[in-house]
């Protein structure tokens, strides 16, 4: 079974930059369209970007709340998908997963939810 390990979280202060990465085991990301969410606790897992299904960035999707301040990309050869944050804001703070799929009712079931990274923005 396909697994996803997310990596890259840390603490930040407003206005600074972390990239996320997710490296698939078991599976080939370029197959899928992958999604990064979020989830803050007590609250829903939100999409904050995915790829698109023909895995080109020219048909990337953001979050109105993160567009033109993220950008998802991929590495086919590392078998790994990459969030760039950039000018990061506290309402960013949460835990970040990807997983394959760009649809919260459906992202997991083909692979299932990885652990998350936690990005946290000191104001």
């Known amino acids: 079974q396909g697994h996803v390990v997310e990596s890259g979280g840390g603490v930040v202060q407003a206005g600074g930059s972390l990239r996320l990465s997710c490296l698939a085991s078991?599976?080939?990301?370029?197959?899928?369209?992958i999604g990064w969410f979020r989830q803050v606790t007590g609250k829903g897992r939100e999409e904050v970007a995915c790829?698109?299904?023909?895995?080109?960035?020219?048909?990337?999707d953001y979050a109105p709340s993160v567009r033109g301040r993220f950008t998802i990309s991929k590495d086919d050869a590392q078998n790994t998908v990459y969030l760039q944050m950039n000018e990061l804001k506290p309402e960013d703070t949460a835990i970040y997963y990807c997983?394959?799929?760009?649809?919260?009712?459906?992202?997991?079931?083909?692979?299932?939810w990885g652990q998350g990274t936690q990005v946290t923005v000191a104001s």
């Open positions: 078991g599976f080939t990301l370029n197959w899928y369209a």
């Open positions: 790829t698109g299904d023909s895995g080109s960035d020219e048909t990337a």
């Open positions: 997983a394959v799929g760009c649809n919260t009712a459906t992202a997991g079931l083909i692979v299932p």
